[in-house]
């Protein structure tokens, strides 16, 4: 069903407004990546290597491992300018099952979870900050639904808006970790070098917590391919999305490796381990009356990672929707806006369901060890282009075969290293479960594409009443 977009030009195309420069795509690579953990607890690296030396070893590696993948997604990006990100690759290299499998993990699991999570931490900094009696929970879940609904308000008034959003709370959260740094090069030249020369004692020879380390250093890198959910609102992408990624990323690492340096100047190795609050005791010692400024830049960073993944998280659904592999009504965008509305209310929708249940920290840890799989379908989808199906195509930016295959390897080596460093049946159970559902849910919705009764009624309705238009799209 195709609605009326109200259009004085028949032949104007519905399309997402191309609002993000080379700042904003930069500002999306860097404030996906970087989230509120590098200030709250960064101690998995550390505490399985057991030097300081590996440690910034492993940090640095995991970095260069990170920006191998971000050059992949840059050449998907620049060649592919259609968004969904990793489910537009995954489709187009393996088909249209495993791509909905993929969607329905994102929609059940990772987005709507992994957006509460953030939430929930930033309403917790500023519930610590007011003065409350009794148990804060409750005010703690009104503030999230209220910060999320606010943030849902913006991405639909305006991807401008909420592009604008994204880089002041990346400058907030860049600014706050480069204080850290600063503070950290600051002491060590007054002569304070607490674990620093240290240097390699104490390091590990089991080679299982090592590669535990590497495992947490890499998740801590996630996020550079945000920017390909979004791709078809980026001016220039052929330029700006490589840019952006490898800026980005280049960035990161270096605020990552200098971040650790300054936390390991100022404290020693075991308050740096026993420390929940890793940050706010750099700052009590280095930044004294001016303290206040960690618990403030959590609430950015985590602010700021909140837009940004309703942002990207959207596009997906968005892509899945307008493909057929979602109702077509989630593709649905506003038609002054050009807003993806749709696909920003399911976000939010299930994101509220999923605020009644009070420990979600396992759920989603389980349902995120299953990424790995789907990053190495990516990769090897990008093989696939690169020797058959697309081999003759126009790439923009063109890296060496060498770099996706090792990726490839890379995420299988993450998708079973949970398995084998510490065996569960709770993987199995997720790695079995959700691709069932998935393929029942495939079947009758998508394959055979039955509706509910009414459908056509309740979607004009809706149309009508948020003012929304199906968009113009041709399958890539």
């Known amino acids: 069903m195709k609605a009326n977009t109200n259009s004085n030009n028949a032949d104007e195309k519905v399309i997402l407004?191309?609002?993000?420069?080379?700042?904003?795509?930069?500002?999306?690579?860097?404030?996906?990546?970087?989230?509120?953990?590098?200030?709250?607890?960064?101690?998995?690296?550390?505490?399985?290597?057991?030097?300081?030396?590996?440690?910034?070893?492993?940090?640095?590696?995991?970095?260069?491992?990170?920006?191998?993948?971000?050059?992949?997604?840059?050449?998907?990006?620049?060649?592919?300018?259609?968004?969904?990100?990793?489910?537009?690759?995954?489709?187009?290299?393996?088909?249209?099952?495993?791509?909905?499998?993929?969607?329905?993990?994102?929609?059940?699991?990772?987005?709507?979870?992994?957006?509460?999570?953030?939430?929930?931490?930033?309403?917790?900094?500023?519930?610590?900050?007011?003065?409350?009696?009794?148990?804060?929970?409750?005010?703690?879940?009104?503030?999230?639904?209220?910060?999320?609904?606010?943030?849902?308000?913006?991405?639909?008034?305006?991807?401008?808006?909420?592009?604008?959003?994204?880089?002041?709370?990346?400058?907030?959260?860049?600014?706050?970790?480069?204080?850290?740094?600063?503070?950290?090069?600051?002491?060590?030249?007054?002569?304070?070098?607490?674990?620093?020369?240290?240097?390699?004692?104490?390091?590990?020879?089991?080679?299982?917590?090592?590669?535990?380390?590497?495992?947490?250093?890499?998740?801590?890198?996630?996020?550079?391919?945000?920017?390909?959910?979004?791709?078809?609102?980026?001016?220039?992408?052929?330029?700006?999305?490589?840019?952006?990624?490898?800026?980005?990323?280049?960035?990161?690492?270096?605020?990552?490796?200098?971040?650790?340096?300054?936390?390991?100047?100022?404290?020693?190795?075991?308050?740096?381990?026993?420390?929940?609050?890793v940050a706010a005791l750099f700052a009590d010692r280095v930044l004294r009356n001016f303290s206040l400024l960690i618990p403030v830049a959590v609430m950015i960073s985590t602010l700021g990672s909140t837009n940004n993944s309703m942002f990207g998280y959207s596009r997906v659904t968005f892509a899945a929707a307008r493909d057929g592999n979602l109702p077509d009504c989630l593709s649905y965008v506003h038609i002054t806006q050009l807003t993806p509305f749709g696909a920003l209310a399911l976000t939010v929708t299930l994101t509220l369901l999923y605020l009644i249940p009070a420990d979600l920290g396992e759920f989603i840890n389980l349902g995120g060890f299953l990424d790995a799989f789907f990053e190495a379908c990516v990769f090897l989808s990008m093989i696939r282009f690169r020797l058959q199906t697309m081999k003759d195509a126009h790439r923009p930016v063109k890296i060496p075969l060498i770099i996706p295959i090792l990726m490839f390897l890379i995420n299988v080596y993450l998708f079973i290293a949970p398995v084998i460093i510490e065996p569960s049946l709770q993987y199995i159970y997720v790695a079995i479960s959700i691709p069932a559902l998935s393929i029942l849910l495939y079947i009758p919705l998508v394959y055979f594409q039955i509706k509910i009764p009414f459908h056509d009624e309740i979607v004009t309705r809706v149309q009508l009443i948020f003012e929304l238009c199906p968009p113009t799209h041709e399958k890539f």
């Open 17 to 277: 407004k191309k609002e993000l420069g080379f700042v904003g795509a930069t500002s999306i690579v860097v404030g996906s990546i970087i989230g509120s953990g590098i200030f709250i607890s960064p101690k998995g690296v550390l505490e399985n290597t057991g030097s300081v030396g590996l440690c910034l070893v492993v940090w640095t590696v995991a970095g260069v491992v990170s920006l191998g993948s971000g050059l992949c997604y840059a050449e998907l990006g620049a060649m592919i300018g259609v968004s969904g990100g990793a489910y537009t690759y995954i489709r187009m290299g393996m088909g249209n099952v495993m791509a909905f499998i993929y969607v329905a993990k994102e929609l059940l699991v990772r987005n709507s979870i992994g957006l509460l999570v953030m939430l929930l931490t930033f309403s917790k900094y500023l519930v610590s900050m007011l003065p409350t009696c009794g148990s804060p929970q409750h005010l703690e879940k009104m503030i999230a639904a209220l910060t999320l609904v606010f943030l849902f308000l913006i991405n639909s008034y305006s991807s401008k808006l909420a592009t604008r959003v994204s880089v002041l709370t990346t400058l907030g959260k860049v600014a706050a970790l480069l204080v850290i740094c600063v503070g950290g090069v600051v002491v060590m030249v007054q002569g304070v070098t607490s674990e620093l020369l240290s240097g390699f004692s104490g390091t590990k020879s089991d080679a299982t917590p090592i590669a535990m380390a590497f495992y947490n250093a890499l998740w801590a890198y996630g996020g550079a391919s945000f920017l390909n959910c979004l791709v078809e609102e980026v001016k220039c992408p052929d330029k700006n999305v490589p840019k952006s990624i490898v800026l980005g990323t280049v960035l990161v690492i270096f605020i990552y490796v200098m971040t650790n340096v300054s936390y390991l100047a100022v404290m020693t190795r075991s308050e740096l381990l026993q420390s929940d609050a």
